[in-house]
């Protein structure tokens, strides 16, 4: 839907989306299916349950209220039973080239098939391993080994071994036939996700929820969350109007003009992990002005978390001990070492630790927790000390 352009600050843009991530009122004890509202990545494991605890006050077991598929980019995203259709079917690539997009570098090692074909061929396999129970993920692959033919069994030179490429099998999930029902050590177990409702039209449903939550946006942010193909996501973006962020064109949904319009960062700071649904747009610099920031923040592995108080320019590190009184307990004591950057922008002086120095919470987790089970924290918020 087209409309007038509306004038936005960058802090108007990211009050809004916390605000839409539900960090600033948290959910009830029966908000896990809320709170996934554009799915909870989980990778590596453990990193939905992180997520979903900054969001609700729920009990580590209402993960399992979420399913695991392979969806956006091929990544693990915990969502509602009644979404699946709108995080599988809502990728469905229209053609070559958004196939392409969505089987990642696979599509690379096929010789004479398309990539159409072998994303078929492979959801095809995929269910009929999976239809007679789950699968630990050695026993998975060798399943698709007796039934795909040699030019789709790609050879793995870490494994020592040929076998599906990881980013096709995993593209089978937007067909709705994986999903990650367990895990047996460190290695997942799959089986068959439930049936997903009809949804009408999943792809613009897809954007809308994108939108909700990143926006205002532009369809090459959308290609980058989702791992489409950029037509492929332009095509899903007909029911937005135009905004003006700072001078820059982006689209956000009509009905969220007034939330736009009236965003107001929240009270307090919330510390999030560095891989937190909040932090999935392709926009980093939106979120994280300071490029320095942003390159400790975004890391492949290990990266700090961050501290939101609707302006992300703090840092956190995760410092990992054993615990102290009971060193022969699997429990261990993590000191976050706050390190307060910036100045606020609402004229509120520059954030400052208190006299003792940066501000240390200890926080406490089981040192292997269960999969699927959500880590421990604590108290999520952590607020400037007096004086900030």
Known sequence: MNGSAVLLTRRQVVAFRVARHGLVERLGPDGAQAAAVVG???????????????????????????????????????????????????LEPPDEEAAKAVIGNAWRSLDGTTAMEALDRVSEAVYESLRDGPRPRDDFHQALRERLPKELLWWCKGCGSHHVHPSLWRASGIRGVIAIVGREGRSAVFGLPPNARTVEDPGAELARRFLRAYGPARPKLLAGWAGLATSHATALWERAGPVDLDGKKAWALADDRRALADARPPDGVRLLANLDPLNASCDRELLV????????????????????????????????????????????????????????????????????????????????????????????????????
């Open 40 to 90: 909870l990545q989980d990778t590596p494991p453990g990193t939905a349950g992180v997520a979903l605890s900054a969001r609700a006050d729920v009990a580590p077991e209402a993960l399992d209220e979420l399913v695991l598929v392979p969806s956006v980019r091929g990544a693990p995203l915990a969502v509602a039973e009644w979404d699946l259709g709108v995080f599988t079917a809502g």
């Open 289 to 388: 002005p300071d490029p320095g920031v942003r390159k400790r923040v975004w890391t492949a592995l290990g990266g700090p978390g961050t501290g939101r108080d609707a302006a992300p320019a703090d840092a956190q590190e995760r410092r990992a001990r054993p615990h102290q009184d009971h060193p022969q307990r699997r429990r261990r004591r993590e000191h976050v070492v706050v390190e307060v950057r910036g100045r606020r922008e609402d004229g509120g002086g520059a954030l400052r630790p208190n006299a003792r120095g940066v501000r240390r919470a200890a926080l406490r987790a089981p040192a292997r927790p269960p999969y699927g089970a959500a880590p421990q924290l604590g108290p999520a918020p952590v607020v400037p000390g007096p004086g900030a």
